[in-house]
């Protein structure tokens, strides 16, 4: 899928103005003549762990659904400390947007918002470019919808992120049971719909915020959210695996959810105190019904009223005592500077590698 020329021309009014032409990306500077058609300049981000074929045919069908002339790509895989290491001939071929292909190897298996967090210091720190892609590496995220992104991300005037909002999920029936069970408990908890994932595009200058914001290290789009930078979202249809099976089992999916949800603690910590404070509220009253009866009534089971005045009385008590805890917790986290990507993030990364560089 190539841009027509309306978004062709739409990219080049765009972004030709504040370019440096000295600006440098992992890989050469590209042939063509920048001076009249700059392209887009895009860091494509792909955390992974053992999906190397289905990245290298991924980054193959994405070099073919983006024109040059619309933006040159240079490849960042996040190695979540895969147990096999990459063979670079498999990345080798015939690229024309795709300008050079890096591996940043990790330590220690992270997961993929972590592997992200990591990658996105790596691409504040090392390269200058317009924006940035995130986008998972086993085919799921589709080249066209990269394509979507760049098209809106120009329309917004390439100062805004950009999200897939999911349009079509090709789960089971029971992962989309479970998945609106969480996003009606993610709504409870935190008052923002999850609409998401990790596929996206934003614009450079957002890491400079982003890699410092200890959120990060939980959830990266939880964390652009709570940013409060300017976004907006584009429907775009969920693809399929290109090759082997998803590592993320019920437990994986779980952490997942509840490290997106622990990103607005302040604003969790604060609900479960006011739903805890009208609980008992209502088990107050509940106990003063039940004097009511038992004293103005001649209705009351023997030993009814005890059992049921402690009972509420009880559960009074352990509402409050725990919403107060947990404020207080969340609270006392806000004083801590705790992780900071930008300065703890180094200490997982074991390499870097260049595997493709355009010639």
């Excluded at 700059?38 to 980054?59: C, G, Q």
């Excluded at 509220?281 to 038992?294: F, N, Q």
Aim: glycine share 6%; with cysteine; proline share 4%.
């Amino acid at each position: 899928m190539v841009l027509g020329a309306g978004a062709n021309s739409m990219m080049t009014s765009v972004f030709r103005e504040g370019r440096n032409p000295e600006d440098k990306v992992f890989g050469p500077e590209p042939s063509y003549d920048r001076a009249h058609h700059p392209p887009l300049r895009l860091v494509v981000l792909m955390p992974l762990r053992d999906d190397w074929p289905a990245a290298a045919e991924l980054i193959r069908r994405l070099d073919r659904s983006v024109s040059f002339e619309i933006c040159i790509m240079d490849i960042l895989l996040v190695d979540d400390a895969s147990a096999r290491r990459c063979n670079p001939n498999d990345f080798h071929g015939a690229f024309s947007v795709v300008r050079s292909i890096r591996t940043l190897r990790l330590r220690r298996n992270l997961g993929h918002q972590r592997a992200i967090a990591i990658g996105l210091v790596h691409v504040q720190q090392s390269a200058n470019c317009d924006a940035l892609v995130v986008m998972d590496a086993d085919g799921e995220d589709t080249p066209e919808g990269v394509a979507q992104l760049i098209r809106a991300y120009a329309e917004n005037g390439g100062d805004k992120a950009i999200f897939a909002q999911r349009s079509r999920r090709l789960e089971s029936l029971v992962f989309r049971s479970s998945y609106r069970i969480y996003k009606l408990l993610h709504r409870c908890l935190t008052g923002i719909n999850v609409q998401v994932g990790n596929f996206s595009i934003l614009p450079f200058t957002y890491l400079n915020t982003l890699v410092v914001m200890s959120e990060l290290w939980n959830h990266y789009a939880a964390a652009v959210f709570r940013s409060k930078l300017p976004f907006t979202m584009i429907p775009v249809p969920r693809g399929t695996r290109i090759a082997g099976s998803s590592g993320m089992n019920f437990v994986a999916l779980v952490s997942h959810g509840l490290s997106a949800i622990s990103v607005f603690g302040d604003i969790v910590g604060v609900r479960l105190l006011l739903g805890a404070l009208a609980g008992s509220v209502l088990a107050t009253l509940g106990i003063v019904i039940v004097a009511m009866i038992r004293f103005l009534t001649d209705r009351a089971i023997p030993g009814w009223a005890t059992y049921a005045t402690g009972s509420l009385a009880i559960i009074a008590i352990q509402m409050i005592t725990n919403a107060t805890i947990f404020i207080i917790f969340v609270l006392s986290n806000r004083a801590n500077l705790g992780f900071v990507p930008l300065r703890d993030c180094s200490l997982f990364v074991e390499e870097t590698v260049d595997i493709y560089s355009h010639e």
